[in-house]
């Protein structure tokens, strides 16, 4: 019997030692490519058994198709979200796909909290004066966490750490979620809807994932009920967030800053170098000109162990699917 082959795409150089070891450790050949794949790249997995890939690009209909005729079934994304996937050219293709349901759930909360604090503590203006050379304090004194009221919109695995974070600082804490987690309730104040998070939470952080009821569920409506100064954290993901309506509302004062790990527009930009390139997006460009706002390049997963258990899981599932034909981390039945 042949070995079982897997072709591993978009592999950056901190996943390879893992994919290695995972391999060995499963006796089954891993092939690493940096490529994207897409339609034209495609064709690179033939002869394989499953394809594994991380991109914030699309996953396109054309492309299962491709690796269809090819023979191959079975297709592992090494993230939690999966809103990439056109799900309905996977099943039409016959193609199964999973994701990596929870990875570290601490990697992403500490994040979030600890951009949270740069945010409430004016992290980013007292970085400029100090390289003004400018070591006043005036004009940018700053909150504390023990005294707000945080929201939580999400409380899965995600929002479940950070408010046990936030928990830690003395914050009160309110949640919004459809799915209500009664453990969490001890430490929590669940509300009965994501209206009353906007008006009650001096800051809101977002672990909620994207979905087509919930896209852009923080838009000039949203803004406009929220408490005048908010804060805004969101390392979930930039479809939650209508950007126009977060800069407008930064503009008039309503929002003190935010914290953006995500964005709507990133797909062309995050994880790719720009260096001595210019921007295209005008938006972006002023999210980066911002000292009332934090962007960082949706990297609040990226910790050593987030990175080996996202290879373990997902080649873990692939095998599966190969194995079996199933798995229980499918996205879609």
Same mark, same amino acid.
């Given at each position: 019997m042949n070995k079982m082959k897997f072709l591993a795409y978009n592999v950056r150089e901190d996943e390879r030692i893992y994919i290695q070891n995972?391999?060995?450790?499963?006796?089954?050949?891993?092939?690493?490519?940096?490529? =994207?794949?897409?339609?034209?790249?495609?064709? #690179?997995a033939k002869g394989?058994?499953?394809?594994?890939?991380?991109?914030?690009s699309e996953y396109k209909s054309d492309m299962f198709k491709k690796i269809a005729n090819s023979g191959i079934q079975s297709f592992a994304v090494r993230s939690v979200g999966f809103d990439s996937v056109d799900i309905e050219g996977a099943k039409k293709n016959k193609v199964k796909v999973t994701?990596?349901?929870?990875?570290?759930?601490? =990697?992403?909360?500490?994040?979030s909290v600890g951009k949270a604090l740069e945010l409430i503590r004016r992290v980013p203006y007292f970085e400029q004066r100090?390289?003004?050379?400018?070591?006043?304090?005036?004009?940018?004194?700053?909150?504390?966490?023990?005294?707000?009221?945080?929201?939580?919109?999400g409380t899965g695995r995600i929002g479940h750490s950070a408010a046990t974070i936030y928990q830690g600082f003395g914050s009160k804490i309110l949640a919004y979620d459809v799915y209500r987690n009664p453990e969490l309730e001890k430490i929590v104040t669940y509300v009965d809807s994501i209206e009353d998070i906007f008006k009650e939470a001096d800051l809101i952080t977002l672990h909620a994932p994207a979905l087509e009821s919930n896209y852009h569920m923080i838009d000039k409506k949203a803004v406009d009920l929220m408490k005048q100064g908010?804060?805004?954290?969101n390392t979930a993901r930039g479809s939650l967030i209508e950007t126009e309506a977060l800069l407008a509302g930064l503009n008039s004062g309503k929002i003190a800053g935010a914290a953006l790990d995500t964005y709507e527009g990133e797909a062309e930009y995050f994880s790719h170098s720009w260096v001595n390139k210019q921007i295209k997006d005008?938006?972006?460009?002023e999210l980066l000109s911002r000292?009332?706002?934090?962007?960082?390049?949706?990297?609040a997963f990226y910790t050593e162990? =987030?990175?080996?258990?996202?290879?373990?899981?997902? #080649?873990?599932?692939?095998?599966? #699917?190969?194995?079996?034909?199933?798995?229980?981390?499918?996205?879609?039945?």
């Open positions: 995972w391999s060995n450790k499963n006796n089954v050949i891993v092939d690493m490519t940096e490529e =994207a794949i897409t339609p034209e790249t495609a064709d #690179l394989y058994n499953g394809i594994c890939a991380l991109q914030t994701n990596v349901p929870g990875y570290s759930p601490s =990697a992403i909360a500490e994040f100090m390289e003004e050379q400018d070591f006043r304090w005036n004009g940018y004194i700053s909150k504390e966490l023990k005294h707000m009221t945080i929201g939580v919109i908010v804060y805004l954290v005008p938006i972006l460009t000292k009332d706002i934090i962007v960082t390049p949706h990297i162990q =987030a990175v080996e258990n996202m290879v373990d899981i997902s #080649l873990d599932s692939l095998k599966e #699917l190969v194995e079996t034909g199933s798995s229980k981390n499918e996205i879609y039945s």
